[in-house]
């Protein structure tokens, strides 16, 4: 088959594409710079050139049918595709780059202790760092995005992941805070935690388990008046080192902030789930992505840790 079949010009396909999108002609058309009636010609040469009836004229108002719609999907998505390996080939001949995303705690707790040693990996890799403030992810599924890291069940459309760390949560306080309160010490029971303030993230914005949740899976219930809640992790850090109560900390996300011994871990309770961590990208075996993937896998483990023994207080 000839790589240029018989389909009708860019222009018509872009003007079914912006026609749909809008659900008008005279917005599309200013869109693409043409006159309205420029638009209505391509659609008819599309309709003609397949067959297809792509909108319904009723009166002075048009309406899209099934069959526009799914043209114009496939028209986006080949013009996506063909922006993306624009951008891919203009950043590679541009010199070496790597991009990657994650939420803002995530980076401060767990990409920035590797940034030294990623770097070093990489050796003449440039590696720029994306962050944001939501968990949405929009932001990530940018063209120029390589890996990024994302919380949830590890499914996403159109895009590839493997699991970093599965969610499993426990409780934390400052050292100072366990050594004012000696009863932290050696938890046999959830019960202490129950008679001091508790730090929780903001749920509404932030996903996981929250304080309710993991103490409802030990048929627990906190006051209202404990909790205190906070828009990100590194606020809540924060609130912790001035000693104004306890937190939840995620296992391997958190694990280099426990390495500190800023923070003790208060017995060996933990809340896991079937969400997690998660490598994501379109394709986890492109170059330099799997470079990247194989890295972040070989490095779960706190900075210079060589054993797990901090983990617990004792």
């Not at 890291?149 to 895009?159: P, V």
């Not at 366990?178 to 929780?200: A, M």
């Amino acid at each position: 088959m000839p790589l240029r079949r018989d389909l009708p010009s860019l222009n018509a396909l872009a003007a079914v594409e912006a026609a749909v999108r809008f659900g008008n002609f005279s917005q599309a058309a200013r869109e693409l710079d043409v006159a309205a009636s420029a638009v209505s010609r391509h659609i008819a040469q599309v309709e003609q050139w397949s067959g297809l009836r792509l909108f319904e004229r009723r009166g002075r108002h048009v309406f899209v049918t099934p069959e526009g719609q799914a043209i114009a999907e496939s028209v986006r998505n080949g013009f996506d595709d063909i922006a993306r390996t624009i951008e891919r080939l203009q950043r590679e001949s541009a010199g070496a780059l790597v991009t990657i995303a994650c939420s803002f705690d995530v980076g401060c707790a767990w990409l920035m202790p590797r940034y030294s040693d990623l770097r070093g990996f990489l050796k003449d890799t440039d590696v720029r760092i994306v962050t944001a403030t939501t968990w949405t992810y929009v932001e990530f599924d940018t063209p120029d995005i390589d890996l990024s890291i994302r919380f949830g069940d590890g499914k996403w459309a159109n895009y590839e992941s493997t699991l970093l760390y599965p969610e499993r949560a426990f409780p934390v306080a400052s050292k100072a805070f366990v050594e004012q309160h000696p009863e932290l010490r050696n938890l046999s029971s959830i019960g202490p935690l129950l008679t001091h303030p508790l730090l929780d993230l903001d749920n509404g914005r932030v996903p996981g388990l929250n304080w309710r949740r993991w103490l409802g899976e030990f048929d627990a219930t906190p006051n209202h008046t404990q909790l205190q809640r906070f828009p990100s992790h590194v606020m809540l850090t924060q609130s912790m080192e001035r000693g104004e109560g306890i937190a939840l900390f995620w296992e391997g996300i958190h694990d280099d902030l426990l390495a500190t011994g800023r923070f003790v871990r208060l017995g060996k309770f933990s809340v896991a789930t079937d969400n997690g961590y998660y490598l994501v990208a379109r394709d986890l075996s492109r170059k330099p992505v799997e470079s990247l993937v194989s890295f972040f896998l070989n490095n779960r483990k706190p900075t210079g840790c060589q054993n797990d023994s901090w983990l617990v207080a004792t």
